[in-house]
T-cell receptor, first 114, second 117 residues
């Protein structure tokens, strides 16, 4: 069965420090992986995706993510956190073979401390 | 181009009533999916429509239903509202139609905040 796990409900990081938001997935076919960010009372905004090719994917607002097939992970990273990065982050997977619904993680609340 | 539009943005209903939420996808997107978001349960998949047909359905009771029109606009309906239905309901559209475009992600609307009292 397809699933996504975000093991941390909450991540706190000091402004200027690197941040990592973790995501692992389980999918039977080829994984298509996505990161979304949600600000209060808003919908989810697309950050980046991995479909194929280079394992390091660069996205919006300086975020990047690394696809690791052996560890079935797709962790979100940023070299230097900003206070404005504080939000709720969701990882999602879609099975590239069947192409059906998205499976979302439970979300990780990121707080960047000034 | 215009994004995904959800109306209304906020709604307050009484237990036992019914409600209809609307979603207009991005022009050209034929797939529309609905999610319920609550603090305790996260994002829960409700259903997905493509070309006026429901293709996938999540584990929600029959009180939750939806439909899609020929212009790809979608509505979801919740009958006999319960307090636990209070949530942010998100609509997402996608170019998804077959495996060849499976690499497209969702574009989400801002959601409808439903409060049941």
């Amino acid at each position: 069965a397809q699933s996504v796990a975000q093991p941390e409900d909450q991540v706190n990081v000091a402004e200027g420090n690197p941040l990592t938001v973790k995501c692992t997935y389980s999918v039977s076919g080829n994984p298509y992986l996505f990161w979304y960010v949600q600000y209060p009372n808003r919908g989810l905004q697309f950050l980046l995706k991995y479909i194929t090719g280079d394992n390091l994917v660069k996205g919006s607002y300086g975020f990047e993510a690394e696809f690791n097939k052996s560890q079935t992970s797709f962790h979100l990273k940023k070299p230097s956190a900003l206070v404005s990065d504080s939000a709720l982050y969701f990882c999602a997977v879609r099975d590239g073979n069947t192409g059906n619904q998205f499976y979302f993680g439970t979300g990780t609340s990121l707080t960047v401390i000034p | 181009k215009a994004g995904v539009t959800q109306t209304p943005r906020y709604l307050i209903k009484t237990r036992g009533q019914q409600v209809t939420l609307s979603c207009s996808p991005i022009s050209g997107h034929r797939s529309v999916s609905w999610y319920q978001q609550t603090p305790g349960q996260g994002l829960q998949f409700l259903f997905e429509y493509f070309s006026e047909t429901q293709r996938n359905k999540g584990n929600f009771p029959g009180r939750f239903s939806g439909r899609q029109f020929s212009n790809s606009r979608s509505e979801m309906n919740v009958s006999t509202l319960e307090l636990g239905d209070s949530a942010l309901y998100l609509c997402a559209s996608s170019l998804w139609g077959d495996v060849n475009v499976a690499n497209y992600g969702y574009t989400f609307g801002s959601g409808t905040r439903l409060t049941v009292v």
